[in-house]
């Protein structure tokens, strides 16, 4: 018999936590010294029974880490993704896995080998090394997570045929925020179905339906997700779209319910605040108006309380807030009905539901689908053609609850069946423009109001106008902090760092330079804001001006759109600034963008491009490729909507 001690160390542990285990003629038979949570798991009897032993590595940012040793006398479910994500969702939290590893390891030891990838590590969001002191890890009670691995093994063992082709956004050439939904779908065409999901949705990666829009798309083909409106920016073109795509699950086109594993029953739920699902309660402080006398825009900042825990955030992340519709606007809908506000619904009334429960936005097609039964003639005709996405009278784009009650005139639902139809409230995501270091207890967003005038109504956003006019000082309101995808600090506080944010594009930018002084960062700081006027519409002037004074601020350009006979934007000054800003890229800098998707983000993108061709003599496709590698390497990020 041969035996010998084998050291190892912990995964995710930066301090060398570790232990070792005992080995006999090949096989593990002991665990002992981990301090941890995960080491433990390797202690707990029921994972010390003999298995074999394979060593592997992980490049984390550029760096191989050692992970736990695979120990496993089962197979390896190799390519997996789906069982991957499962396994990782039920039995474990997050791991430091870079979302260019590819990681073949054990998940805690409890015998099942599982090939972790691209696909899997953005699925669940893994943060990058050097975020956290330690993984998060979950350990279930042993019977839990093994009965879990046992199922999930049985079911991913039975045929390589049967495993489903997930969604990313390596192999997607339409995620793309400004192609229309009709060419998304025309490049996604004869894809995997997860593919042709993933390019119906409005391909901003905003995450406010709580994925990015492969993970939705893989979410639903995995049918861990049934809601099908959760794309906010996409609206109805989106819906419809997955309305159709969804129908192939189960039926050969994706993955039967057998084969496509159900764990989502063992599935933890997200911690209180972290997840559009399980929100926290945050109370309002305060707001103040951002513009100066004369402007057209009206744009807040606005802040919350979060000191009593559980909504902490890191500079870069989103702030979701659940809004409530305006009362009066609510009134309105219910006259129009011709119903009682009083009425119970469910245990609340119809006031209370309108209120707090249900979009009055953009009419839904099942609103319109319900119209159809209760007229007839021309107007059932209409209701079924607008039902069905047509626009038989061109006014379609126009149309929310209220307008589409006037349009079926005469039209009664009863209250319960009216309320069936109608989309739910969704919660809004705001870039957080705050420092938590910097403010302790306490979130700050920069708000937009949104009006706009429909024929003879004015129209408002709810949750800007929400915000910024109606939740009252020292009320409460459901949030949660959305954590961002690729949008972060550089790790080097050292890094010289390049922020492109017109209008309230800036919110996360005022963060990151909060952040960077409160930690003492000596790497230098690029500002780019943009508006129409800079007498009226210069947000957090006083703040950026004192940063550019002290130092903090080593540049910051200014571009207002409506000053001058030229019509000057941030890509302006990117051009006018080129070869400083590429002397900046040539020393390391992180460049960073936030605002409009479809219209600036691009054009910044654009300016760039010329700028590498300019400054450095490069050719087309050199300088996309330059841009294609400083977005892998994560100095070009974007947060965009």
């Known amino acids: 018999m041969t035996r010998h001690v084998q050291p190892i160390q912990c995964i995710g542990c930066p301090t060398g936590c570790g232990g070792e285990v005992i080995i006999e003629n090949g096989a593990v038979v002991e665990a002992r010294g981990f301090t941890c949570d995960v080491g433990r798991a390797y202690a707990a009897e029921e994972v010390v029974a003999p298995k074999r032993m394979v060593t592997t590595t992980v490049r984390v940012n550029g760096g191989a880490l050692p992970l736990l040793p695979v120990v496993s006398d089962r197979p390896i479910l190799k390519g997996s993704i789906s069982a991957c994500l499962r396994l990782l969702r039920s039995v474990t939290a997050t791991a430091p896995i870079a979302a260019d590893s590819v990681v ?24 990058q090394w050097g975020e956290t002191r330690q993984a998060d890890v979950a350990i279930e009670p042993a019977d839990q997570a093994l009965a879990a691995l046992g199922q999930m093994h049985d079911a991913t063992s039975v045929s390589a045929e049967a495993e489903v082709e997930l969604a990313d956004n390596v192999a997607a050439p339409w995620h793309d925020p400004s192609l229309p939904i009709s060419e998304r779908m025309a490049m996604a065409a004869g894809k995997p179905l997860a593919m042709r999901m993933m390019a119906a949705m409005a391909q901003q990666d905003c995450r406010q339906c709580g994925y990015d829009c492969a993970g939705y798309a893989n979410a639903l083909v995995l049918q861990e997700e049934e809601r099908l409106t959760l794309c906010a920016t996409g609206g109805k073109e989106t819906a419809r779209v997955l309305k159709q795509l969804v129908a192939e699950i189960g ?41 100066g006398a004369g402007s057209s825009k009206t744009t807040w900042h606005i802040e919350f309380d979060v000191s009593a825990g559980g909504l902490d955030y890191i500079v870069g992340d989103s702030f979701g807030v659940f809004p409530k519709n305006h009362p009066e606007f609510v009134d309105q809908v219910i006259a129009t009905l011709g119903a009682d506000p009083g009425h119970d619904v469910g245990g609340k009334s119809l006031r209370e539901a309108l209120i707090a429960d249900v979009s009055l936005g953009a009419a839904p097609d099942n609103l319109f689908r319900l119209f159809s039964y209760l007229v007839g003639g021309e107007r059932r005709a209409k209701a079924r053609a607008l039902a069905n996405g047509e626009d038989p009278d061109g006014d379609a784009a126009t149309l929310d609850v209220l307008a589409a009650l006037n349009k079926f005139e005469g039209a009664r639902p009863d209250a319960e069946a009216f309320l069936e139809a109608l989309d739910p409230l969704e919660p809004r995501l705001y870039s957080i423009s705050s420092s938590l270091k910097a403010n302790p207890g306490r979130v700050g967003l920069t708000v937009d109001a949104v009006r706009y005038r429909v024929g003879a109504r004015d129209r408002h956003g709810v949750a800007s106008t929400f915000l910024g006019e109606r939740v009252a000082t020292g009320e409460v309101v459901k949030a949660y902090v959305q954590k961002a995808h690729g949008f972060r600090l550089p790790d080097n506080p050292d890094a010289p760092v390049v922020m492109i944010g017109p209008g309230v594009g800036v919110a996360p930018f005022r963060a990151f330079l909060q952040e960077r002084q409160a930690v003492g960062a000596r790497g230098r700081n690029w500002l780019l804001f943009g508006h129409q006027h800079r007498r009226c519409d210069f947000f957090y002037e006083d703040e950026f001006e004192a940063m550019r004074k002290s130092g903090l601020l080593t540049c910051l350009s200014l571009a207002w759109s409506r000053d001058g006979d030229q019509k000057v934007y941030v890509q302006d000054r990117m051009r006018e600034a080129g070869s400083e800003l590429w002397r900046w890229l040539a020393e390391g800098a992180h460049v960073y963008v936030c605002g409009d998707a479809k219209r600036m983000a691009r054009d910044v993108e654009r300016a760039l491009l010329e700028i590498a061709i300019e400054h450095d003599a490069r050719s087309i496709e050199e300088a996309v490729n330059f841009v294609a590698g400083l977005k892998e390497a994560g100095r070009y990020q974007a947060d965009v909507y």
């Open 251 to 291: 039926s050969g086109g994706a993955a039967s319910a057998d084969v496509a594993v159900r764990a989502s029953a063992a599935a933890q739920p997200a911690e209180v605040g972290t997840s559009r699902d399980n929100p926290k309660e945050a109370k309002f402080l305060s707001r103040r108006r951002l513009n």
């Open 104 to 127: 073949l390891a054990d998940a805690l030891g409890l015998g099942v080998n599982f090939l972790a990838s691209r696909d899997c590590a953005e699925s669940f969001d893994a943060p």
